[in-house]
Structure formats: structure tokens, C-alpha cells
């Protein structure tokens, strides 16, 4: 007759169960604990011990493999008897007893019993369905560089301006900078488009403009031998595609004092244009060469500002 299958069942509800004439199994509540060299995170449990000076019948187990098997008492107590007589005999052999389930037993060189939990069963009910969880290490230093190398490939940021009446408010800064990220592809190209097409509305401009002039000075005895002097505010700087951005402000004017405040300091600042969401530009220069604008961008962060970004267009 097996009867550790019969052992098993009863530890999950009870904290010791006598196996008569042979000893007890015990059950003993463990806390949850984290294994620091595995890494690993074990659930409460119940450990299991064996003690041999526990042999006095209480009945649990007996009363138990009779119920499930529909037998006598009297009849079951002599087989479970048995059956310790019989683990007694095969330690006594030298053999090793393994208890499915439960753990294995052996004799040492003082002929005492010795008893090693099988470990795979967790006893403690409250606990079912937990298992040990193991948990990756985070890398602090490795995320910090992965961290840095983006900021560097897609940084940006709004920067912080005073308004006269009413202050900007927090989370409208960090619903523009979602928005941003989101959108960062199709920014990069509307802004140079829309630069490019008010230059061109610039130079018509100034060509009707001149235009009418000459007109006045041929049709017209009164009009002057020289022609006035013409102020077309055009810009002919060739931009590069990696513009290094100083800040996106929401009013004009303070876009415009950012540009003078540059240009005092050495830079060559201009104003790169509203994007799609109104905001308005400033950058400290613009590079054709990818690899020179992030130089200009570490030295500027260096020295200059942290909160300088890059943005590159297609």
C-alpha cells in the first residue's frame, strides 16, 4: 500500500500528520523571500520537516485513507503500520526512500533518519498559482548611454517664456511635446516648406516692385532720372538641413529678442519659421554635414544651454 500520496494531501490542510510507529511530517509556514544571487523572487510557502520522535498514533492519517478508500479503521491502522515497519526495514538496509511529492529519506553514519523536501510542491493554499519569479537586473549604466545617444538623435524640448497677462500653463508644454514626438517626421519637412514658400512670396514681391518703378520712370515726365533705393528683405543665406534649435516660442516677439540676444553672443542665430503648431523657431545655426551638427550641438549643451536640440530635415 502507497500511502504518501495520501501524506501529501493532508499537508496542504494540516501542519504535521503522524505516520504511525514511523514519524511526523510537519509543515512550517516560510515567508516570501528574494534570492539576491539568482535574482529570483519566491512566493510564501510552507517547508516541510521530518521528526522520528513523533510515532504516537493521532489518527488523522488513518482516518483519512479510510474515509477515501471506504475501509475499517482497525483494518487500515494494521496496513499503515505495516507499511512503516517496512520503510524502517529498507532504511535499516541502507536504501533510501523516495516519498513522491514529499522529499526522500535516508539513515546517516549515526543511523538517524534523515529527511530532504522535494521542494516542487508548494503546500501553502493561500499561495496557489504563485510560482518563483526571476527578474532581470536593469542595467543603470547601459540605459543611461542608450538614453544620451537618443537625446542626441531626437532631442527636443519648448522652451520657458514670460507672458505678460497670463503664465503658460505646465501640462500645455507637455501635451505640445507628446505632439511633437508624435509628428517629428512631418515638423521637419512642413517648416522647411514653409520657409521656402515665404521666400519665394518675398521675392515676387520685390520684382513687382520693381516692376512698377520702371514703369513710373518711363510713362511719366515727372518721374525721377535715378530710381529709390529698393529694401528687399530677403534672406540669402543658404540653410543646411540639421538646424540646432535654441528654443520654439509661442509669441513672435520673443522669438525676435531670442535672435538679437544670440547674435550679441557670437552666434549665427536666425528664425527658422513657425511649425504646425504656431510655435515659433530660433536656431543657433544651420549645417549641411550631419557629423558638425552634432559637434555644434554637444558644445553648445555644453556650454551654451542643455536644453538645445537638433532637427533635421528629409
Not at 514529499?102 to 522535494?118: A, D, S, V
Not at 544670440?262 to 536656431?283: E, I, M, P, S
Request: proline fraction near 4%; include cysteine.
Amino acid at each position: 500500500m502507497r500511502i504518501e500520496s495520501y501524506i501529501e494531501k493532508l499537508l496542504f490542510d494540516y501542519n504535521c500528520v503522524v505516520v504511525p510507529g514511523f514519524g511526523a511530517f510537519l509543515a512550517h509556514g516560510k515567508s516570501a523571500e528574494l534570492d539576491t544571487v539568482n535574482n529570483t523572487l519566491i512566493p510564501p510557502t510552507k517547508s516541510i520537516s521530518f521528526n522520528a520522535q513523533l510515532t504516537k498514533n493521532d489518527g488523522l492519517l488513518v482516518s483519512h485513507i479510510a474515509k477515501e478508500k471506504h475501509l475499517g479503521y482497525e483494518a487500515l491502522l494494521e496496513e499503515v503500520e505495516s507499511v512503516a515497519r517496512l520503510w524502517k526495514e529498507r532504511l535499516d538496509q541502507g536504501e533510501n526512500i523516495e516519498l513522491f511529492g514529499i522529499g526522500k529519506l535516508w539513515l546517516n553514519h549515526e543511523r538517524k533518519i534523515q529527511f530532504r523536501p522535494e521542494n516542487k510542491t508548494n503546500f501553502l493554499t493561500s499561495s496557489f498559482g504563485l510560482s518563483a519569479f526571476t527578474a532581470t537586473p536593469i542595467q543603470r549604466e547601459t540605459l543611461k548611454e542608450e538614453v544620451e545617444e537618443l537625446e542626441e538623435k531626437i532631442p527636443f524640448i519648448i522652451t520657458p517664456e514670460k507672458r505678460e497677462q497670463s503664465s503658460f500653463r505646465p501640462w500645455l508644454k507637455y501635451a505640445a511635446v507628446i505632439l511633437l514626438a508624435v509628428s517629428l517626421g512631418s515638423t521637419s519637412y512642413r517648416a522647411y516648406d514653409e520657409l521656402q514658400q515665404k521666400q519665394v512670396t518675398v521675392q515676387q514681391d520685390a520684382q513687382q516692385e520693381v516692376s512698377r518703378l520702371i514703369q513710373e520712370a518711363t510713362f511719366f515726365e515727372s518721374a525721377p532720372l535715378e530710381l529709390p533705393a529698393i529694401n528687399l528683405n530677403v534672406s540669402k543665406r543658404k540653410l543646411g538641413k540639421h538646424h540646432i534649435i535654441a528654443g520654439a516660442f509661442r509669441i513672435e516677439q520673443n522669438a525676435e529678442k531670442k535672435v538679437a540676444q544670440l547674435k550679441d553672443k557670437g552666434y549665427n542665430a536666425f528664425y527658422l519659421g513657425t511649425n504646425r503648431f504656431g510655435l515659433h523657431q530660433v536656431a543657433y545655426d544651420s549645417f549641411e554635414n550631419p557629423k558638425e551638427a552634432l559637434q555644434f550641438l554637444r558644445k553648445v549643451k555644453r556650454t551654451e544651454s542643455a536644453d538645445a536640440w537638433m532637427l533635421s530635415e528629409k
